[in-house]
């Protein structure tokens, strides 16, 4: 079982490489970006499905979500210190020609896996010592130090959490490295290398079968940090 789950993983890959972010916009304002491969990507309003902004003391703001635009953009009481974002990615089915983001129930052709995949993204624009602590969603990436103070070159630590619990062997991906040779330890721990400067993008995966969705077999969830590199 250990080795299935190891090979899909590997064969998911390139399909986990996209990750949502929160980024200043226009008139003191916020949007949700979406991060592919190296660049930032359209996506449908009604993928992205909340929105949370905490204040540099760590105090909930009432944040809201305008989706008449374009791209929905994030309206927010007053200034975050740190965003949390959750993203519907949608369903995927590996067919003859790879993955394809499509509904399972109207594929045509031969189906090798099927899944579904959600995002969620914390953003730090400021920091307090209490973002060291988990803000409570069911898979999450806790960095040991503050993450602004990290150049390129540097390693940030982080843990990794599973429903309140360190998760052992999670996988990461990148901005710098769409696939990340490191694992947690038993406490949920690692260290991840910081290559270049500017948006960093930490995301830790989670990949496990899912029985309550009758169209897919699979569902891979992500979680995922980012912050400014200077």
């Given amino acids: 079982m250990k080795k299935l789950t190891l090979s899909l993983l590997l064969s998911t890959a ?21 991060w592919a491969h190296g660049e930032f990507q359209e996506y449908k309003s ?11 003391n760590n105090k909930e703001i009432n944040t809201g979500i305008d989706y008449s635009k374009k791209q929905p953009v ?15 990615a949608g369903y995927w089915v590996k067919g003859e020609n790879g993955y394809e983001n499509v509904d399972p129930s109207k594929y045509d052709g031969i189906v090798y896996n099927t899944l579904k995949s959600i995002k969620y993204g914390k953003r730090f624009f400021d920091w307090n ?11 999450e990436v806790v960095p040991l130090i503050n993450p602004l103070t990290i150049k390129a070159g540097d390693k940030l630590p982080v843990l990794v959490i599973k429903d309140g619990k360190a998760l052992e062997g999670a996988g990461f991906e990148t901005s710098d490295y769409e696939d990340l040779n490191i694992k947690t330890n038993k406490y949920g ?25 009758p169209k897919v077999s699979n569902i891979t969830i992500q979680s995922s940090i980012s912050f400014e590199v200077k």
Avoid: R, W
Wanted: glycine share 4%; hydrophobic share 45%; aromatic share 10%.
């Fill in 189 to 213: 721990i690692a260290n991840i290398p910081v290559k270049s400067k500017g948006l960093q993008i930490i995301a830790a995966q989670y990949y496990t079968s899912e029985l309550s969705d």
């Fill in 129 to 139: 010592e209490s973002f060291l602590k988990p803000s409570g969603l069911p898979l």
């Fill in 14 to 34: 390139t399909l986990f490489a996209h990750q949502i972010t929160a980024q200043k916009a226009e008139n003191n304002t916020y949007k949700a970006s979406f």
């Fill in 46 to 56: 009604s993928q992205l499905k909340g929105a949370l902004a905490f204040d540099i």
């Fill in 74 to 88: 994030l309206l927010t009481a007053k200034k975050p210190a740190m965003m949390s974002l959750i993203f519907d």
